[in-house]
């Protein structure tokens, strides 16, 4: 298993310089920031994942003017209300991604997240206070709770929003393989503990959010 000095050095001999790998690198969102999000945005942003999932990334982002109106701004209290047969209409929408089982998720995951701002406040005060440390688990909640959420979409959604979060994309997945910190791509609970328990070593070691040391990590993959 290398540590963050390895990664480090690596980082700087590949990029060149201090100044060029910090260029490359993601910054989190702070804990007040995630909790002055409101509701609306969480479920937007949200759903754009689950959209975006399988499909070019230009084309949902160009739709989605026409998502907010369909989906009222994604206002959870207002979406949640929306029944199989608004969902039908909205099939015969041509502004929009006509895919009924991704259209069928926004409400159900209005409902989650109504569930949340119930426990928690807001959606905001549950992700803020979620410890980087324990991320995966904030993966499962969604994954288990929500709709469509499965895969890499809870933590590249959690990416968008920016909470702090590393992601196992290929080429993250190539270097903890090649470290031997896993066998195959992490998708069982011991596999995912043993991703997080090195992203916690690299984490104490460097100071570094888990989005800079992911990028970093991908960075080494087939060199």
Not at 110 to 119: N, S
Not at 180 to 202: C, G, H, M, W
Request: some cysteine; proline content about 4%.
């Amino acid at each position: 298993m290398r540590d963050y000095r390895w990664l480090h050095e690596f980082c700087l001999n590949r990029f060149g310089s201090a100044a060029a790998l910090e260029a490359r690198l993601p910054q989190p969102r702070s804990s007040e920031e995630l909790r002055n999000i409101t509701d609306d945005r969480y479920l937007s942003t949200l759903a754009l994942r689950v959209f975006r999932a399988g499909l070019k990334h230009s084309l949902v982002d160009a739709k989605w003017p026409a998502f907010e109106e369909a989906f009222f701004g994604f206002d959870p209290d207002k979406v949640v209300l929306m029944g199989g047969e608004h969902i039908e209409r909205l099939m015969q929408d041509a502004r929009l991604i006509r895919h009924l089982g991704k259209l069928r998720s926004v409400p159900r995951n209005a409902q989650m997240l109504l569930d949340i701002r119930a426990e928690h406040g807001s959606v905001g005060n549950l992700i803020a206070d979620w410890p980087v440390t324990e991320i995966t688990g904030l993966w499962r909640r969604l994954s288990k709770h929500g709709n469509q959420l499965g895969g890499l979409s809870a933590p590249r959604f959690l990416r968008m929003i920016g909470k702090d979060t590393f992601v196992v994309t290929d080429d993250v997945a190539a270097a903890l393989k090649a470290q031997k910190i896993v066998e195959k791509t992490p998708t069982s609970q011991r596999d995912l503990a043993a991703t997080q328990a090195y992203f916690n070593v690299l984490h104490e070691q460097s100071g570094r959010p888990m989005c800079q040391l992911s990028v970093m990590l991908a960075s080494t993959s087939n060199h």
